[in-house]
């Protein structure tokens, strides 16, 4: 299952906008304040609302759904309250997002609280997982260290894509990736980038290279901590070929 379509209007800085989305690749790009990472953090949002529901026991799929499309909106913007997320100025946002199996429609105004509008025909009878992952702008290896346990017991200011990132990051690589994989032959160009490996020991991460020598990953460059990020996770199996990756860049305006 793949993303084909999303269409929004006035959700935060977007008036009315129709993406369509390739089968591979998919690269936005803007100038600052156009709202690129706002538009990858809705995707991430429906999908991971999509994946909540079916994570339920409860029978009424479509009642779980409506509910779990708010909450996700809030963790995963931070945001105060669902209305903040509807453009200034206006009173409801209609969005829509069709995936190759099915899609889903919904609205909420200014009002809403805790469940979106759906109607009938807008949730699907049968819900399908998809694996999906956001890997937000600041790297979090360096701060992996007591993340978990903080985001857990403390109100902090980083919303939920670095604990669902951190989440992955822990755990253990797969015993064996086959060789002749996509996922072998990308780990593997990376692993030579690095010219090692991460290794995560007693919840502190290093840079373990291929002599055995091992640093402590605060010391390694920032643009290697991201590249060792992507290994990670393909070594643990959090990325595979049939995931969806959400990755937000920063851009700044030069002059000539």
């Known amino acids: 299952m793949r993303i084909k379509n999303l269409s929004i209007e006035n959700f935060t800085l977007f008036g009315k906008e129709n993406f369509n989305f390739s089968g591979g690749l998919n690269i936005i790009i803007g100038e600052n304040d156009t709202g690129k990472s706002h538009l990858l953090r809705l995707l991430y949002s429906l999908i991971e609302s999509n994946n909540l529901v079916i994570q339920q026991k409860a029978e009424n799929k479509r009642y779980l759904l409506q509910k779990s499309i708010p909450q996700k909106l809030i963790d995963i913007f931070k945001a105060e309250e ?16 069709d995936l190759t199996q099915y899609s889903i429609k919904f609205h909420f105004t200014q009002k809403t609280k805790i469940q979106v509008k759906l109607s009938k025909n807008d949730a699907p009878a049968k819900f399908i997982k998809q694996e999906s992952l956001f890997i937000p702008t600041k790297e979090m290896l360096s701060f992996y260290d007591g993340f978990m346990s903080l985001y857990g017991t403390r109100q902090v200011s980083f919303d939920e894509t670095y604990y669902n990132l951190a989440q992955a990051l822990g755990l253990s690589v797969l015993k064996e990736i086959s060789s002749d994989s996509p996922e072998k032959k990308v780990l593997t160009r990376l692993e030579t980038l690095l010219k090692g490996k991460l290794l995560l020991e007693k919840s502190r991460v290093y840079l373990r290279y291929k002599n055995g020598k091992k640093l402590e990953i605060s010391l390694v460059a920032e643009g290697l901590r991201k590249i060792g990020t992507v290994s990670h996770l393909i070594a643990n199996g959090s990325l595979n070929k049939k995931s969806i990756l959400g990755r937000s860049f920063f851009t700044k305006k030069t002059s000539a």
């Open 82 to 97: 669902l209305a903040h997320l509807i453009k200034n100025g206006q009173e409801k946002c209609h969005i829509k997002i």
